[in-house]
């Protein structure tokens, strides 16, 4: 009996301290309108939160406005929308900093890597690595890149059509596979072509995981080890370092012997072994830049097919540009990618329906006031959540903002400006440093794709989006490659 009473206690206590937090946030968010919720459930009563969120946040936005409360179980979150709002949070990290629970549940898998790293290690580390993802150094491996991709397109399309004339494919696993090999070749001069059951495999753990960790983020799932997403994400930190540490052992040989070749001597491993950085910081390095480097570009290149797909009369337009851009050629160049300007202009306007960083957050270290938003204030202690994907869906924003229109970006300006409200890939100084190696694989990849194959619908088939920390599918997303 007094064990029966004994839990009854720790549950009674528990329950308690839930409903404090609860109170708690209510009180410091009472300025701010928002749906009823509940202490521990919060709004997840309403099963939408969990099918949808993007949806049920679009529906709060007609009802509340920009800014609103969200309480995702026991975490409350201020949802912002409003564009000017963004901008100050995202380039503001002294007073609106990640939070140590976004940390924490990051570090699961990327530990204190470039993803997760604050303050004088951030800047650390973009100073080891940053280098490495500017456009010229990008471009110095175009060659690599397009003998990539027209080995993975014959690979995986050309020999899996035969002789048939069309061939469906979920091509979210195409892309994982050319922008994990293409990555890997460029960041530590390695891939897994030679083993592709272990590719598969990291593949598939990158891509689940990329949810998994969003889920885990968003609704503040305890890191204990006996929940499935969490040890499943502890699984994706131990498999992709066990091969890593591999390849780090075998490059500190070469360089003691002299054996590493040009190549090799510059790229990111070289750099990690002469920063003097410790085993643990090479692991969380590693695994960040493998888990995190390679699924934006293969998500978004995997949405930029389906848009082609959509849209017949886009893809024509592109193709055309494409062949009068290359004539004979069937290696794309730098200069290509820089004179094809409707090119630019159907990658942004994916990049503004699937935004491939689906939800930042951060937390206010003070309380703060927003004077470029009317003088809001932000009450310290504030968990904020960013939805990218419905700010660039903002119909105050964008004409007919859920239509792929490619020419709404006639007279835009700067592709990575946020003035009109786009943010593809975040904003200020913790933008995805992978953006620009993201969209210089992926115009790769297309143009090599509109040159052999019309991009068809699949028929009956409709995305789910749902956001892990890139933006991700339920379902895929499936196409028809018909012979040209």
């Known amino acids: ?9 720790g549950l009674g206590l528990v329950f308690c301290y839930y409903v404090k937090v609860y109170v708690e946030a209510c009180w410091r968010l009472r300025g701010f309108r928002g749906p009823f919720a509940l202490p521990l459930l919060g709004n997840c009563y309403n099963p939408s939160v969990i099918i949808s ?3 049920f946040m679009a529906n709060l936005r007609k009802q509340y406005g920009k800014v609103f409360t969200l309480f995702l179980f026991n975490r409350a979150y201020l949802v912002i929308l409003d564009p000017a709002i963004v901008r100050r949070v995202l380039s503001d990290s002294k007073q609106f900093p990640k939070g140590p629970n976004y940390v924490d549940q990051f ?8 993803v997760t790293s604050e303050n004088e290690k951030h800047r650390h580390d973009k100073g080891v690595f ?8 990008i471009l ?16 995986y399309v050309t020999q899996a059509m035969g002789q048939r004339s069309e061939l469906n494919m979920n091509v979210e696993h195409l892309f994982a596979k050319l922008a994990l090999r293409i990555f890997m070749r460029f960041s530590i001069n390695s891939d897994y072509r030679d083993n592709p059951k272990r590719e598969e495999e990291i593949c598939h753990m990158v891509s689940k995981g990329s949810y998994y960790m969003g889920f885990v983020i968003a609704f503040s799932v305890p890191n204990w080890s006996f929940i499935p997403m969490i040890k499943f994400l502890n699984n994706v930190r131990t498999e992709v370092w066990r091969d890593a540490k591999v390849l780090l052992d075998i490059r500190r040989k070469k360089l003691q012997n002299g054996e590493c070749s040009d190549l090799e001597k510059q790229d990111v491993l070289t750099a990690m ?3 003097d950085l410790t085993e643990l910081d090479m692991k969380d390095q590693l695994v960040s830049l493998i888990c995190a480097g390679h699924d934006t570009t293969a998500f978004f290149s995997s949405y930029l097919c389906l848009v082609l797909a959509e849209n017949p009369e886009v893809q024509t337009q592109l193709r055309q540009v494409v062949e009068t851009q290359m004539g004979e050629r069937t290696e794309v160049t730098g200069d290509d990618l820089s004179s094809m300007k409707y ?9 503004r329906l699937f935004a491939i960083i689906p939800n930042l957050s951060r937390v206010s270290a003070a309380d703060v006031v927003i004077k470029e938003a009317d003088n809001i204030m932000i009450p310290k202690g504030t968990d904020l959540m960013i939805p990218m994907y419905l700010l660039n869906r903002d119909p105050e924003i964008w004409d007919n903002p859920s239509k792929f229109d490619p020419s709404r970006w006639d007279n835009k300006g700067d592709f990575t400006s946020a003035k009109d409200g786009f943010f593809p890939f975040g904003y200020g100084s913790r933008t995805c440093t992978g953006n620009m190696l993201a969209q210089i694989e992926s115009a790769v990849f297309i143009c090599h794709l509109l040159r052999k194959f019309d991009i068809l619908p699949e028929p009956g088939f409709k995305v789910s989006i749902i956001a892990g920390i890139s933006l991700t599918t339920s379902n895929g997303v499936k196409v028809i490659f018909r012979k040209r």
């Open 130 to 137: 940053g280098k490495y993802f500017v456009r010229n150094n």
């Open 53 to 55: 969120l993007f949806k």
């Open 343 to 351: 090119l630019t202009q159907v990658m942004h306007e994916t990049l």
């Open 107 to 114: 570090s699961i898998v990327f530990g204190q890597g470039l």
């Open 140 to 155: 110095d491996h175009i060659d690599m890149m397009n003998a990539y991709t027209a080995e993975g397109v014959n690979q």
């Open 1 to 9: 009996m007094a064990i029966y009473s004994f839990i009854l206690l």
């Open 273 to 275: 072994i002469e920063n």
